[in-house]
C-alpha cells in the first residue's frame, strides 16, 4: 500500500525512514516501527538498551513520540540461559522508562542465532511529520550523535576495543534521539532521518536525492567517538561499511578526503543520531541546546540546489 493508494496512509516505507505514518485526524497520525538486532556488545543488559533506543528512533526521526512497543525475540535456548534474556529485557524496559512509552508484550521464536527488537508505535501531528525527502537548499545540517559505532562493534568481536573506547559507544548507542527530535522540531526542521546501517554517507545521499538538493559536508566536524579513526586504520571495518561507500561512491564528490575518513562517514550505524536540515540560525541553536545538555551535536554542512550529491570538503 502506498500513499497514492489510500489517502490516510501518509508516509510509506519507501520514503526512506523504516516506519509508516497513518493519519486518524487532523491533528493525530500513529506512526508504525520495528526493528531487531543481533549482539553488539558482551553485556546483555546493554544489548537491550540499545536495541530499545534503536528500534525507537525511527519514531523519533519521523518527530513523533513513542507510546507503546511489543518485543521481538529470538532466543537459542539451547545455550544461551533464561538469565542472559531477562537481562536484555531488563535494558529494554529501562529504555521504555526512560522515554516513557509502555512494553504490553511480545513474541519470542526460537534460533540459533539471537535476536531483539521491538515493534513500536507511537504518534505524531500530521502537519510536523519529518521526512527524509523534506530538506530545503539552505537548511544547514546538524548531527546528533558521534560516527564509529559500526567499527568499535567490529572492534569488541576482534578483541581490539579498549575499555574506553567500548565504553564510550556504548554510551553512545544507549543514548534515544527523544531530545534531538525535539530539538529539530523547535528548529523548524522539515528533513530528517536517523543514521543507521547505511552510514551517515547513505543515509544524507538518500535524503538528498529525494529531496532534490546536493548536501555539501564539512568533514572536519563531523563528531566522531573516540579512538574510531586508530581502530579503521587497524581495519576493524565491517563488510556493510565497505559496501555502503561502494553504493555512494558515483554520487560522492571526495575532493582529496583521506580514504579512513571515509570510512568513517560511511560506518554502519547501530542506534546512531538524527540527521535534520534547519535554517541556520535555528539549526546552530539546536546544536547549542544539545551540546548544553551533553550531547556532542555539531552543524555539518548545508543542503544547497542539486541533485542528490554529496560534496566532501
Not at 508504525?32 to 556488545?41: L, M, R
Not at 522540531?185 to 543514521?195: K, Q, S, W
Not at 565497505?242 to 579512513?260: G, I
Amino acid at each position: 500500500m502506498t500513499p497514492a493508494s489510500h489517502p490516510d496512509l501518509l508516509v510509506g516505507t519507501d520514503t526512506g525512514d523504516d516506519a509508516a505514518v497513518w493519519r486518524i485526524d487532523d491533528e493525530r497520525a500513529l506512526v508504525a516501527t520495528a526493528d531487531f538486532i543481533t549482539p553488539i556488545v558482551d553485556d546483555a543488559r546493554d544489548w537491550g538498551r540499545i536495541a530499545a533506543a534503536n528500534a525507537v528512533s525511527d519514531v523519533y526521526a519521523m518527530g513523533g513520540r513513542p507510546l507503546f512497543a511489543l518485543n521481538l525475540v529470538a532466543w537459542n535456548s539451547s545455550e544461551l540461559p533464561t538469565s542472559e534474556l531477562v537481562e536484555v529485557l531488563a535494558g529494554a524496559a529501562e529504555t521504555a522508562a526512560e522515554c516513557g512509552y509502555v512494553t504490553i508484550g511480545g513474541h519470542t521464536i526460537d534460533d540459533e542465532v539471537p535476536k531483539f527488537g521491538l515493534a513500536v508505535i507511537g504518534e505524531v501531528r500530521p502537519d510536523r511529520i519529518l521526512t527524509n525527502s523534506a530538506l530545503r537548499a539552505g537548511d544547514a545540517m546538524v548531527l546528533t550523535k558521534m560516527l564509529g559505532t559500526g567499527v568499535v562493534a567490529t572492534a569488541i568481536k576482534s578483541g581490539l576495543a579498549a575499555d574506553s573506547v567500548t565504553a564510550a559507544a556504548v554510551e553512545s548507542m544507549c543514548r534515544t534521539n527523544a531530545r534531538a527530535a525535539a530539538a529539530a522540531l523547535r528548529a523548524d526542521a522539515a528533513g530528517c532521518t536517523d543514521v543507521t546501517g547505511f552510514g551517515l554517507l547513505g543515509h544524507l545521499g538518500q535524503m538528498a536525492l529525494a529531496s532534490g538538493v546536493d548536501v555539501v559536508l564539512d568533514v572536519s566536524r563531523v563528531p566522531v567517538l573516540p579512538g574510531v579513526r586508530e581502530l579503521v586504520e587497524r581495519d576493524a571495518v565491517a563488510g556493510g561499511t565497505r559496501r555502503n561507500l561502494d553504493w555512494m561512491r558515483a554520487r560522492v564528490e571526495m575532493n582529496d578526503v583521506d580514504d579512513v575518513t571515509v570510512l568513517i562517514l560511511a560506518d554502519a550505524q547501530t542506534s546512531g543520531g538524527l540527521v535534520f536540515g534547519a535554517p541556520q540560525e535555528a539549526a546552530a541553536a539546536a546544536v547549542a541546546e544539545l551540546t548544553e545538555a551533553d550531547q556532542p551535536a555539531a552543524l555539518i554542512g548545508e543542503a544547497r540546489p542539486g541533485t542528490g550529491r554529496i560534496i566532501l570538503r
